[in-house]
């Protein structure tokens, strides 16, 4: 579906990315690990067409993806409607006046012709059904998550990009988003933090070091349960007199 090859990504003087390399099939469910600052989220734009490597190639079911690409109508479309980014702000995603508007936006682009439909699938769904008619301003952290990964998954993209999906969800919240993953047949790569919660979901893991480099990519159980690779990626320490356990966990 996806292929990385040989990335390298820099903000101004500083690499975010460094020699990243990796492919991604149809149906896999990936997580993405590492400390604060090692270009998890970055990674994500580059897979998004929202960012573009310096040097490398990043490849779209066997096409080039480059700002050139993404000018070809076709591919554009394709593209755009093939892979989704949901933000860890989900405020940054939300500019309609109402859920329904929210709903019906990407839909319009594409002069989809059964939008009532569409929406009260996706709404039921997602459990957003009585708010429609509401301003997304106006709603809870949850809600807003959930509005705006409906605003993606209506447009039915075979990859889905979540960069810390959980991260404004309470822990009911967080058990339902969990369940619905897992439900979808989109493939997923996921920015996490917490790693139970990461393998409830995905079966691969992908690490990022703090020098912005892959330190790993594989099996996730055999890696949440090797203290080697987990110290050097940054996701295990020890407090003396405490049980040893990972970062943000």
Do not use: C
């Not at 490849?59 to 993806?65: A, M």
């Not at 019906?104 to 997602?126: M, P, R, T, V, Y």
């Not at 807003?144 to 209506?154: G, V």
């Amino acid at each position: 579906m996806i292929e990385v090859k040989n990335i390298y990504f820099k903000y101004a003087k500083e690499f975010v990315q460094k020699n990243a390399s990796f492919s991604v099939s149809k149906g896999e469910k990936i997580a993405l690990f590492g400390v604060n600052g090692s270009g998890k989220t970055s990674l994500l734009k580059l897979l998004d067409g929202l960012l573009f490597p310096q040097k490398g190639e990043i490849l779209f079911e066997g096409r080039k993806l480059t700002k050139q690409s993404l000018k070809d109508k076709d591919f554009r479309r394709e593209f755009r409607t093939s892979v989704g980014l949901l933000f860890q702000n989900p405020d940054i995603m939300l500019f309609n006046p109402t859920v329904y508007e929210e709903l019906s936006f990407g839909l319009k682009q594409l002069k989809h012709s059964n939008l009532d439909g569409e929406i009260n699938h996706w709404a039921e769904k997602l459990n957003l059904s009585g708010l429609l008619g509401k301003s997304p301003v106006k709603l809870s952290g949850g809600e807003k998550q959930r509005i705006a990964l409906a605003s993606i998954l209506i447009l039915e993209p075979k990859l889905l990009l979540l960069d810390e999906p959980f991260s404004s969800l309470d822990p009911r919240a967080t058990g339902w988003l969990i369940d619905f993953l897992n439900s979808l047949d989109s493939t997923l790569i996921m920015a996490l933090h917490n790693m139970e919660l990461a393998r409830e979901i995905a079966e691969r893991v992908i690490v990022l070091s703090e020098n912005h480099e892959i330190v790993y990519d594989g099996d996730i159980h055999n890696f949440a349960n090797d203290k080697d690779k987990l110290a050097k990626a940054g996701l295990w320490h020890e407090h003396s007199g405490k049980k040893p356990h990972y970062h943000n966990f």
